[in-house]
């Protein structure tokens, strides 16, 4: 049974850094997709990373672009997102997921199974 498991959320004030980690067990993800998506209250889910089995190819929400970084470790089964100069309108629940029929990874469709989500808030 495929599962994933978020952690690393929190509260952090405007500029801070979080690191979000995901671990996955159940197969071997090494050959999948692996994103990062989150949902703010009152709004959809929506992308911010994603990044291909062999941990090159990655993409990003343009908002995030420099100041996320997306990465993974197969041999932990394991993906990662550095979040730096964090701002309130980061705020939302991170979801990781994975996508085993490898699709773009850009949207939630295209993803097999997901985390429960970790809670991350900034403060102004």
């Known amino acids: 049974q495929v599962q994933l498991v978020e952690s690393g959320g929190g509260l952090v004030q405007a500029g801070g850094s979080l690191r979000l980690s995901c671990a996955a067990s159940g197969r071997t993800f090494s050959r999948y997709t692996m994103g990062w998506f989150r949902q703010a209250p009152g709004k959809e889910r929506e992308f911010v990373a994603r990044?291909?089995?062999?941990?090159?190819?990655?993409y990003y929400k343009d908002s995030v672009k420099g100041r996320f970084t997306i990465s993974r470790d197969n041999a932990k089964n394991t993906v990662y997102l550095q979040m730096n100069s964090l701002n309130p309108e980061d705020t939302a629940v991170y979801y990781c997921?994975?996508?085993?029929?490898?699709?773009?990874?850009?949207?939630?469709?295209?993803?097999?199974?997901w985390g429960q989500g970790t809670q991350v808030t900034v403060s102004s």
């Open positions: 990044v291909r089995g062999s941990g090159v190819g990655t």
């Open positions: 997921a994975v996508d085993l029929s490898g699709g773009s990874g850009y949207f939630t469709s295209e993803y097999d199974y």
